[in-house]
């Protein structure tokens, strides 16, 4: 561990209700009961372990294939897997990267060339948050409901160059609709603001699996996407994210991208291909239906509890918010580390107004159903007790 590494973990250690939510993660890493970080952990399919045997194939074909190939051929079966059908296939239009943080860090900062303010959706991954801010760029809280409900205010529009929207939307799994995708995005063509989405929890809701590529491409808007392969499946974190952009975009996205990395390894390229293809042969409804029963365990396991709620009712992502009444969220993490069980508050997900979210959980449900339920037993016991 290094130097910063441990001061971070000796400052989360202490429940400080400043953490970011990656120091309150990076604690729970060496626990077998952590529930806290959104990565797929759970077990292999038997398919997906048919795979991880051919590994060393996986290497050879590395090697001996141009990379260009394997990418292409990579991109080709995520994008039509999650109905992307019109993603910008054309050389160079989606630059792959080690993770989407990275993707993340490019489209930062290639925005802070040229725009001073970025709306952003409200909660949401923290990290998306801080890598704006850490490009200088001020950022406008945009709030789910009218998001979601009507259109964007034209003095907003008028004030910022990008809205960057999670869809769907980490912690509250809601989803962009087609029609909401389409006005949106119309309403930023008319402003000339760039659209940008962080889509890697699309694969678990096929309510996001409508052509978004299309109807972006159809508004004229200048847009860019992040996707990635990193929450779908357990790979030990061996993922990429990609980093789609409109060819209207003009923005120094490539340049950035070479100042940053070369590309990324064909052995992990090829992996998520075979990984999306064992997904397209059957694998993607079995984890719907598996991190379906495990939202269900999770729910039946902590229901009639006194104040607890669960408000994300539809959600289908690989997460779920507990609301827990007046317990604050950074004692119920304490007791359960008592239990060396590690949860997530969500405070940090509300990065402009952290209080909002100071009295809710979010539980991981990629995880094996053993250790989850064991975890949420644990929490039954915690939260019958504060
Ligand atoms: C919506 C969203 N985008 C991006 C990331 C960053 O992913 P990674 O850690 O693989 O870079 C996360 C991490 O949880 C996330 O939730």
Wanted: charged residues 25%.
């Amino acid at each position: 561990m290094t130097e910063m590494a441990q001061s971070k973990a000796a400052k989360a250690y202490t429940g400080n209700p400043e953490n970011n939510l990656t120091e309150w993660e990076f604690l729970a890493l060496n626990s077998e009961l952590n529930i806290a970080d959104g990565h797929a952990r759970q077990e292999l399919t038997p398919g997906q372990t048919k795979i991880i045997d051919e590994l060393p194939l996986l290497f050879a074909e590395g090697e001996r294939r141009p990379v260009e190939e394997i990418e292409r051929e990579c991109h080709r079966t995520y994008f039509q897997l999650l109905g992307q059908h019109s993603y910008p296939s054309a050389p160079g239009r989606v630059l792959s990267c080690y993770s989407s943080s990275v993707a993340m860090e490019i489209l930062s900062r290639a925005l802070a060339t040229r725009m001073e303010t970025v709306a952003l959706v409200h909660p949401t991954f923290d990290n998306i948050a801080d890598l704006l801010r850490g490009n200088s760029l001020r950022l406008v809280p945009l709030a789910e409901d009218p998001l979601h409900g009507q259109d964007l205010d034209d003095r907003l529009l008028g004030s910022v160059g990008c809205v960057f929207v999670t869809t769907p939307n980490n912690p509250t799994g809601r989803v962009i609709t087609q029609e909401r995708l389409r006005r949106i995005a119309e309403q930023c063509a008319e402003h000339d603001v760039v659209l940008a989405l962080d889509t890697s929890f699309r694969g678990f809701d096929p309510r996001a699996h409508y052509d978004h590529y299309a109807v972006l491409q159809e508004t004229g808007c200048r847009w860019a996407v992040i996707e990635d392969t990193g929450k779908l499946w357990p790979t030990l974190d061996l993922k990429l994210g990609m980093l789609a952009f409109s060819e209207n975009l003009d923005l120094p996205v490539e340049k950035i991208y070479s100042d940053i990395l070369l590309g990324v390894s064909p052995m992990i390229l090829a992996l998520a291909r075979r990984f999306a293809e064992d997904a397209a042969g059957g694998g993607l409804g079995e984890l719907h239906r598996f991190i379906d029963g495990n939202r269900e365990l999770v729910r039946a396991e902590l229901s009639g509890i006194p104040g607890i709620t669960f408000p994300d009712p539809d959600s289908r992502v690989s997460v779920e918010r507990v609301h827990l009444g007046d317990r604050p969220s950074v004692e119920v993490w304490a007791a359960l580390r008592e239990r060396n069980v590690y949860a997530l508050p969500c405070r940090a997900f509300h990065w402009d107004a952290p209080d909002e979210g100071a009295n809710m959980l979010r539980i991981a449900l990629a995880r094996s159903t053993d250790p989850l339920s064991r975890s949420v037993k644990a929490l039954r016991l915690v939260l019958e007790r504060l």
